[in-house]
């Protein structure tokens, strides 16, 4: 399992529309790209990873208000386990009309044999 593909289906399913990286086609007035982040392994005394942390960062882009949305997504990844690790708004893209907010995430996945 990886994390992209847990928030894909994890905001797909309050629905809105989303993609990895860039949305590609003509966009709805709210969307959201799962942008991935890091991969770190975590080690212990024995120099040997336990666990792979991966991050992502959801950008939430919103011709109204996000605001709806924007707690929808926030606790779907707390019931979903996820460590929100910083939420911000971008700003207001005045060429586009979009409201960009940012939540940053991180999971924890146990290292297969």
Same mark, same amino acid.
């Given at each position: 399992?990886?994390?992209?593909?847990?928030?894909? %289906? +994890?905001?797909?399913?309050?629905?809105?529309? *989303?993609?990895?990286?860039?949305?590609?086609?003509?966009?709805?007035?709210?969307? #959201? *790209?799962?942008?991935? +982040?890091?991969?770190?392994?975590?080690?212990?005394?024995?120099?040997?990873?336990?666990?792979? *942390?991966?991050?992502?960062?959801?950008?939430?882009?919103?011709?109204?208000?996000? +605001?709806?949305?924007?707690?929808?997504? %926030?606790?779907?990844?707390?019931? #979903?386990?996820?460590?929100?690790?910083?939420?911000?708004?971008?700003?207001?893209?005045?060429? %586009?009309?979009?409201?960009?907010? #940012?939540?940053? *995430?991180?999971?924890?996945?146990?290292?297969?044999?």
């Amino acid at each position: 399992m990886s994390i992209l593909s847990e928030l894909n %289906t +994890l905001i797909t399913a309050i629905p809105i529309p *989303v993609e990895t990286g860039v949305f590609s086609g003509k966009a709805p007035d709210e969307y #959201a *790209v799962i942008t991935p +982040l890091s991969d770190i392994f975590e080690v212990h005394a024995d120099n040997r990873p336990g666990f792979d *942390v991966q991050e992502a960062r959801i950008s939430l882009f919103s011709k109204g208000s996000y +605001l709806l949305y924007k707690k929808q997504i %926030t606790n779907a990844l707390l019931n #979903a386990d996820f460590t929100i690790t910083e939420r911000r708004y971008i700003g207001h893209e005045d060429d %586009t009309g979009y409201h960009h907010y #940012a939540i940053d *995430v991180a999971k924890n996945y146990g290292l297969e044999e």
